[in-house]
């Protein structure tokens, strides 16, 4: 059972497990450049193949979907996410899938531009020239309101809590402890405890927006109205259990990747003032203080050239995970059932042949003609295939209609005796968070000032921005 299957040269651990290690990446970085496109190692009873070669990727993601599973990780984190569209498979998944996607068609998502950038003017209403603040902890709150009001039509009131309880449940989703069996989760340990008590506080307040959403009895077309209304062949509705893992699984992955994609952003500027330069002067010169629509998107380039940058170097999802279905032949190599894919995009994206200078930031990567020529999954933040990121647009959209609404009116800077250390837990955050001081800024007037939009008054240095057409309901 525990002999290798036969393939590339394998790595064998004993007791290095990147599993095991809070920081599997410099790991994996080395073994990529020793081993290169493909390589195969143990993790304790686990066969694992990494592949690093965007053709290989394409061959599991785009190619060959049907004979894989997502892994261990997202099974085991099954208990918890339910049913949702992350952890679901087969048919019921493509049910859910064709079910939720209306609500991130185009025209849908155009919708929501305004309430993404109404929220964000009212956290820049609580920020004042001079202040320290957690940025990861502001992203995520920003997010969180704004995948409460445009998928579910209602107030996050709780947004607090669940931040918190996110907090402490991803704290427990790295390491070893995913790899426990099931009847660990219920050992009377401190930390389960808490655990166990925080995953009942998100489902109070899960199950508390469902209860709101019925309480207003409005179908106002949002996703929520529409995973009410369907109906399966024999007439019936989805339960409050499967309405349930659908909410959490949207209210978690719709907002905590979006939060660490800008809080990395922030990061990444405050330590490249040439890139910040360049986009202040962007956002001076099209907006001019004006708090950006839908319609600037086009015109944003430079502002998403640094968004997509950022998440090259700090992709949100880190890696993605496969099982093996039945045995597939990839490169000459035999990839056994029941063995494990892996897939990492901070790995990927630093692979030199495609990103030169890989560790430099530099946005103006993303120039078309620049762009163009990568291979497709040289870069995949969002994953790719049947199921990439149903978000993806919206979560462009809204980090780029953040990110410039924000910089127009504040520039972060590092609390320089704050520790900024990654920890690929199911996402790619900030251990300690990230402490930063807002310094105001006042965009510089430009006479190719375009659009009608509200704009910010120079002195209104450290308060709310002037509501223009986009205030919130
Ligand atoms: C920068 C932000 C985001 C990143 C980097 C990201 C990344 C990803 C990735 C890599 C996957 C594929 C996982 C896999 O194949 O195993 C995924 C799936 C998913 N994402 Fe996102 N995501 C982001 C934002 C969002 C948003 C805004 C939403 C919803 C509003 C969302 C909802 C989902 C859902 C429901 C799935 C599962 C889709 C399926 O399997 O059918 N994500 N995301």
Wanted: hydrophobic fraction near 40%; aromatic fraction near 10%.
């Amino acid at each position: 059972m525990f002999s290798r299957p036969p393939g590339p040269k394998p790595h064998f651990l004993i007791g290095n497990m990147p599993l095991a290690s809070p920081d599997p990446l410099p790991i994996f970085s080395a073994w990529a450049a020793e081993f290169g496109d493909i390589f195969y190692y143990r993790a304790a009873w686990l066969h694992v193949y990494f592949l690093n070669h965007p053709d290989l990727i394409e061959e599991v993601l785009v190619r060959n979907p049907r004979n894989f599973l997502k892994d261990r990780v997202i099974r085991n984190s099954r208990w918890f996410f339910g049913e949702g569209l992350l952890t679901n498979e087969g048919d019921s998944w493509l049910r859910q899938r064709r079910l939720s996607a209306p609500a991130f068609h185009r025209e849908r998502v155009s919708t929501y531009a305004s309430i993404m950038t109404s929220y964000a003017k009212q956290t820049l209403s609580h920020w004042q020239d001079g202040g320290t603040r957690d940025i990861h902890q502001e992203m995520m709150r920003l997010t969180l309101q704004i995948v409460v009001r445009a998928l579910f039509n209602v107030e996050a009131e709780a947004t607090a809590e669940i931040s918190s309880a996110l907090n402490l449940i991803m704290s427990n989703t790295t390491g070893v402890r995913i790899l426990l069996p099931p009847i660990a989760r219920y050992l009377p340990t401190p930390r389960m405890i808490r655990f166990r008590r925080a995953v009942a506080r998100m489902d109070n307040t899960v199950y508390s927006i469902i209860a709101q959403h019925r309480g207003n009895q409005i179908d106002s077309g949002d996703l929520l109205s529409m995973l009410m209304a369907a109906r399966d062949e024999d007439g019936g509705h989805m339960s409050d259990r499967q309405l349930r893992d659908e909410v959490l699984t949207f209210l978690i992955a719709g907002h905590e990747t979006t939060a660490l994609a800008l809080t990395w952003t922030w990061h990444l500027l405050a330590q490249h003032p040439q890139a910040e330069r360049k986009l202040h002067e962007e956002l001076d010169r099209l907006l001019g203080g004006r708090v950006p629509e839908f319609s600037d998107l086009p015109t944003l380039t430079y502002t998403e050239r640094v968004i997509k940058e950022s998440m090259r170097l700090y992709p949100p999802a880190w890696s993605l995970a496969r099982t093996v279905i039945s045995d597939f032949e990839l490169r000459g190599y035999r990839i056994p059932a029941g063995a494990n894919v892996v897939m990492s995009q901070w790995i990927m994206h630093r692979h030199p042949s495609y990103f030169p200078e890989p560790e430099k930031f530099d946005p103006d990567r993303w120039s078309p003609e620049k762009a163009q020529r990568l291979p497709r999954f040289a870069y995949f933040p969002f994953g790719g295939g049947p199921r990439q990121c149903i978000g993806s647009s919206f979560a462009m959209m809204e980090a780029t209609l953040l990110l410039a609404t924000i910089a127009q009116r504040f520039r972060l800077r590092m609390v320089p005796e704050h520790p900024v250390m990654r920890i690929p837990s199911f996402t790619l955050r900030p251990k300690y968070g990230l402490r930063m001081t807002l310094e105001s800024r006042s965009p510089v007037s430009h006479s190719t000032q375009t659009g009608q939009g509200a704009q910010i008054s120079a002195s209104e240095s450290g308060h709310a921005l002037a509501l223009g057409p986009q205030v919130l309901s």
